[in-house]
């Protein structure tokens, strides 16, 4: 089951391509498109959703499809991927909003911090990355933890690199690999995976992943960049959101809420497999709790009681907080319509047979072409959001004939080539520069290699898991 119409659903829909062009003007009317959006994102600085708009339409444009017929495939791909997409969005926020607000993220770090010893301290910063990362985005997360990698590395007189590594790992593994998080739903939806098992591949993938990435890397990285905290970072450490409300959710029951989704999601899916049978009454009820918007909805539902009101909020200031949680995923839904609107009219342009022979024609392997095709585009752009958009777009149809468990490593696989080697058009990179008062050399020997290992890692466990499932 997906998210929305599946991609397969979509091209049906569309009676005949936009264009008949061959496959070297498709060719090269992809690689026109990518570059526009490219050059328009990292040297004009334009805004990724005007950058993806445009460059959909010279796609359109170099394929030889009249400018109707383009729009039209643009907005039945944006219509669909908001319809698909964009609520699921909009709960994450929510209940990483409650989460940040009502103090239950400062409660799962000083909660594990206090129960961690010296030589477990880059651990429990993984374990603490890894569930606040579940419902929050990259930059929240980054946001929310940096004053405790900062403040535990200077008590403790750690390297930063040895508490600020692990960190970033869990953030960016979660970020890259698991549901609900916007890169990981648009490829499910646009391959037409199933949630419930990209989702439980994802996990058995990410926790080697991160623990290779994180602690064990951040020896490595210690002895490269061997930096303290800056002190101008630790004077300047703006006040917490929890700070303004005396009282503070208990560490049981934020977990319990975080993990909420993640459970009745994973439950789905282990009782589609169990059961199988769609007339079964059991699987109807499964089907029904587990699906991403029952599951993320009752999440946030129950949050405003174990998070918003045990922590003494009003039901003003839960109403307050639930407003504000939508202003800043207002760009990345923007960035996820358009990716969507340019996949379908690659869809409808007839890249996807012309991907299906390329694949044939050189026997690459479809999992490890979907990281390729990332790759290059996170290498490009910048953004692993756009990458893992693109991706799936040009890799859709080669899950056409895959299995169910297949479908769902593709989604992984497109996942970890989105995270390839962070440099400097990306706006993560600078953001661990700045505050970890690093200079470009370091956060590249640091920041750039930790993705590099989980993009090439998570390939790795994706390509070990193939042979298995």
């Not at 964009?86 to 239950?104: N, P, T, Y």
């Not at 859709?396 to 400097?424: E, K, N, Q, R, W």
Request: aromatic residues 6%; hydrophobic residues 55%.
């Amino acid at each position: 089951m997906t998210t929305s119409l599946s991609v397969e659903t979509l091209a049906a829909d569309a009676v005949e391509p936009i264009t008949s062009a061959g496959n070297t003007q498709l060719g090269i009317a992809v690689l026109a498109g990518i570059a526009v959006i490219v050059l328009l994102i990292t040297k004009f600085k334009l805004h990724a959703f005007l950058a993806l708009t445009i460059g959909t339409l010279a796609l359109g444009a170099f394929a030889g499809a009249s400018l109707g017929d383009t729009i039209t495939s643009f907005s039945t791909g944006l219509g669909s991927t908001v319809a698909g997409v964009g609520v699921l969005i909009a709960l994450g926020a929510i209940l990483g909003k409650l989460l940040a607000d009502s103090g239950g993220a400062d409660q799962i770090v000083d909660t594990i911090l206090s129960r961690a010893s010296g030589r477990a301290m880059p651990w429990a910063m993984v374990l603490i990355a890894s569930v606040i990362g579940l419902p929050l985005f990259f930059e929240v997360g980054i946001v929310l933890l940096i004053p405790v990698v900062l403040l535990v590395a200077k008590r403790g007189n750690f390297s930063l690199m040895r508490i600020g590594i692990p960190a970033l790992a869990g953030l960016s593994v979660m970020h890259g690999l698991i549901p609900p998080h916007p890169g990981p739903l648009v490829a499910i939806d646009a391959i037409g995976a199933d949630l419930g098992v990209t989702l439980a591949l994802g996990l058995v993938i990410s926790i080697p992943t991160v623990i290779i990435a994180g602690p064990l890397f951040s020896r490595y990285a210690a002895r490269w960049v061997d930096i303290q905290p800056p002190e101008r970072m630790l004077q300047t450490l703006e006040k917490r959101p929890s700070d303004d409300t005396d009282r503070r959710p208990s560490f049981g029951a934020t977990v319990a809420t975080v993990l909420l989704p993640v459970v009745l999601m994973l439950v789905k899916a282990l009782v589609d497999i169990v059961v199988d049978d769609p007339e079964n009454q059991v699987q109807k009820v499964a089907d029904v709790v587990g699906s991403p918007l029952i599951a993320l909805l009752a999440a946030v539902l129950v949050g405003m009681f174990t998070l918003g009101r045990a922590a003494g909020f009003t039901k003003d200031r839960l109403a307050s907080t639930v407003e504000k949680s939508f202003g800043p995923i207002a760009g990345v839904l923007l960035i996820v319509a358009a990716g969507g609107g340019f996949k379908q009219t690659l869809i409808d342009a007839g890249v996807g047979q012309m991907i299906l022979e390329f694949s044939e024609n050189w026997s690459i392997p479809a999992l490890l072409l979907g990281w390729l095709i990332a790759v290059a585009i996170r290498l490009a752009t910048g953004s692993a959001t756009v990458a893992t958009i693109s991706a799936a777009g040009l890799a859709a149809p080669l899950a056409a004939d895959m299995s169910t468990s297949h479908a769902a490593l593709l989604v992984l696989a497109i996942g970890a080539g989105s995270l390839f080697f962070s440099h400097v058009n990306d706006a993560g990179f600078w953001l661990v520069k700045e505050y970890f008062g690093m200079d470009v050399g370091q956060t590249i020997k640091t920041w750039s290699v930790m993705e590099t290992i989980i993009s090439v890692v998570g390939l790795g466990f994706v390509m070990l898991l193939s042979l298995i499932v």
